[in-house]
């Protein structure tokens, strides 16, 4: 009797404690840990001491990119549907296609403001590629994802959608 008793109690106790137990054992992460880059993991790190060839842009504020950065990029055709494109992609989640908010996302996460709204008219273009670079008070930064150039060609598009 004492037996079915203690069998009893080991059952409950095994599968509380023992079951969790089992997966911190070194094997049963194998097929996890392995050298593949895994999505929205960061590919290989560039080797120490080294410069990609087209550069290296330096860290710098969004609000220090407002006063000193020119665009670069001339507002053409191939740059406007190269900006849509990448706007669509990245940013109308939570902008919405027309700049004007209400994407997906906004109901969501903090509803992001119009952007065609006067006082966004006004930042310049630095400002706005350092918004894109760093993010903003609560908007993620997108310097991991987009270029130097895609970040100037969405800037154009969203002023053509300002109409400025
Ligand atoms: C996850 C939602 C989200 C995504 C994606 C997003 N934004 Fe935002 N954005 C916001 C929110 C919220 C604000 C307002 C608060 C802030 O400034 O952080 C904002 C603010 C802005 C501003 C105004 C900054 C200012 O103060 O002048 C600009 C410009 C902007 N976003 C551009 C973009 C662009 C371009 C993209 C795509 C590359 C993008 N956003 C992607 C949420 C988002």
Redesign the pocket.
């Known amino acids: 009797m004492w037996r079915l008793k203690l069998f009893r109690l080991l059952v409950p106790a095994f599968l509380l404690f023992g079951v969790s137990l089992a997966y911190g054992w070194p094997w049963s992460r194998d097929m996890k840990d392995q050298p593949s880059i895994k999505p929205q993991e960061a590919p290989r790190q560039p080797p120490a001491n080294t410069v990609p060839r087209d550069g290296w842009e330096r860290p710098i504020s969004r609000e220090e990119a407002g006063q000193r950065l020119k665009n670069p990029v001339k507002a053409t055709e191939a740059s406007l549907q190269n900006g849509k494109k990448l706007?669509e992609i990245?940013?109308a989640?939570?902008?919405g296609p027309d700049a004007k908010g209400m994407g997906p996302?906004s109901t969501k996460?903090?509803p992001?403001?119009d952007?065609t709204l006067p006082v966004?008219k006004e930042?310049t273009d630095g400002?706005?590629y350092g918004?894109?670079r760093n993010?903003?008070?609560?908007?993620?930064p997108?310097g991991e994802v987009?270029s130097s150039r895609e970040r100037w060609d969405?800037v154009n598009y969203?002023r053509s959608v300002q109409g400025r």
């Open positions: 706007f990245y940013c989640l939570c902008h996302v996460f903090i992001p403001p952007l966004f930042r400002f706005l918004t894109i993010g903003g008070a609560l908007m993620p997108y987009l969405i969203l």
